[in-house]
């Protein structure tokens, strides 16, 4: 299969055999590359498992068709993948990066990880806590030993407003493949949420600003093959080792991103919901801050592996939505009599 990489993927592609490594030196695979086996380290950790509850937009949707972290994540897979099978890039690094990006995010989505930034000494950032879930937290400590190259991609995946294709190289992964994931999962949620938002009737159809509609598509399918098609054909066109979107396109995706955030994001009726979520998350933290010997009986463990500080915000960083709710019911409200 090394042979095979060799034979056909781009000069510009990241090979298996040539990997910076692992934090500590192990026996590999007889049968799978290195990125295939950390792709099914991270499939099989527990904290990809905890992703299917927990909040992408919509707040703990009764509905069976919203998005939630998982199906973000592998919508961003999915998507990751095509884009580096047209540039013939390593597409078992793509996906690894792809499946571990958001492993280390909150419980109720970004709104948990602005009260954990505010409240955790040092601030808190998911893509970090990603990273640490990936290298100290699974495995009861032992972490999964990834790849130097899935690290990277993991810790570097994300970014805020501006351009679409950031040009800070130290912002930048190491890897074409994970600058792959870094955009995906751009073109992932941005498509993804406007599905969302028009399924809980947040938007119409209509509010969709017409210029984004006419440039990249009517319908998500459309929207999303116009994304991946600008990509592979302006980064062919130029270098594959460095993505590029037209400028038509990449303007039309910051506006649809803008468009969300003031019709979806910050409205009352989906950000209401968040900051009553970040009470949850705030007052769990200071009781178990306050009050460690319970921590120690609910997570179950005889003595911190860290600092306090730290302990906590690994707790509640790795808590599904429904978790929170339940242990902040149990912690904080009145529970009726049983008589048995």
């Known amino acids: 299969?090394?042979?095979?990489?060799?034979?056909?993927?781009?000069?510009?592609?990241?090979?298996?055999?040539?990997?910076?490594?692992?934090?500590?030196?192990?026996?590999?695979?007889?049968?799978?590359?290195v990125f295939q086996h950390d792709r099914d380290r991270i499939i099989h950790c527990k904290a990809f498992r905890r992703l299917k509850h927990k909040t992408q937009v919509f707040l703990a949707p009764t509905g069976d068709h919203y998005r939630t972290r998982l199906t973000h994540t592998?919508?961003?897979?999915?998507?990751?993948?095509?884009?580096?099978?047209?540039?013939?890039?390593?597409?078992?690094?793509t996906e690894a990066i792809a499946l571990g990006h958001d492993l280390g995010h909150t419980p109720f989505g970004h709104a948990g990880e602005e009260v954990l930034d505010k409240l955790v000494p040092g601030g808190f950032h998911h893509a970090e806590q990603s990273l640490r879930v990936v290298d100290v937290l699974e495995r009861d400590g032992a972490g999964l030993n990834l790849t130097f190259e899935v690290r990277d991609g993991i810790s570097r995946h994300s970014k805020g407003k501006g351009e679409i294709i950031g040009e800070d190289v130290f912002e930048m992964p190491a890897t074409p493949e994970g600058r792959v994931v870094r955009i995906a999962d751009i073109i992932a949620y941005i498509n993804h949420d406007i599905d969302d938002a028009l399924r809980g009737g947040i938007i119409r159809d209509e509010d969709i600003p017409e210029d984004c509609a006419r440039i990249l598509g009517h319908t998500h399918s459309q929207r999303i093959n116009t994304m991946v098609v600008d990509l592979v054909a302006s980064t062919l066109e130029k270098s594959p080792f460095a993505l590029s979107l037209s400028e038509e396109t990449s303007d039309a995706m910051v506006k649809l991103r803008d468009f969300l955030h003031e019709r979806v994001y910050d409205v009352d009726k989906v950000?209401?919901?968040?900051?009553?979520?970040?009470?949850?998350?705030?007052?769990?933290?200071?009781?178990?801050?306050?009050?460690?010997?319970?921590?120690?009986?609910?997570?179950?463990?005889?003595?911190?592996?860290?600092?306090?500080?730290?302990?906590?915000?690994?707790?509640?960083?790795?808590?599904?939505?429904r978790y929170a709710f339940r242990l902040y019911e149990k912690i904080f409200l009145p529970l009726p009599w049983v008589i048995l």
């Open 271 to 321: 950000h209401g919901d968040f900051v009553k979520c970040s009470k949850i998350v705030e007052e769990l933290y200071r009781y178990f801050i306050e009050n460690e010997e319970a921590f120690l009986r609910e997570v179950g463990r005889e003595e911190l592996y860290d600092s306090p500080d730290r302990c906590v915000c690994d707790f509640i960083a790795g808590m599904t939505d």
């Open 74 to 93: 592998l919508e961003v897979s999915q998507i990751a993948r095509t884009i580096s099978k047209s540039l013939g890039l390593n597409e078992d690094l």
């Open 1 to 33: 299969m090394e042979a095979r990489e060799r034979m056909l993927l781009s000069p510009f592609a990241t090979l298996s055999n040539q990997s910076r490594g692992r934090m500590v030196q192990e026996e590999e695979c007889d049968i799978r590359p």
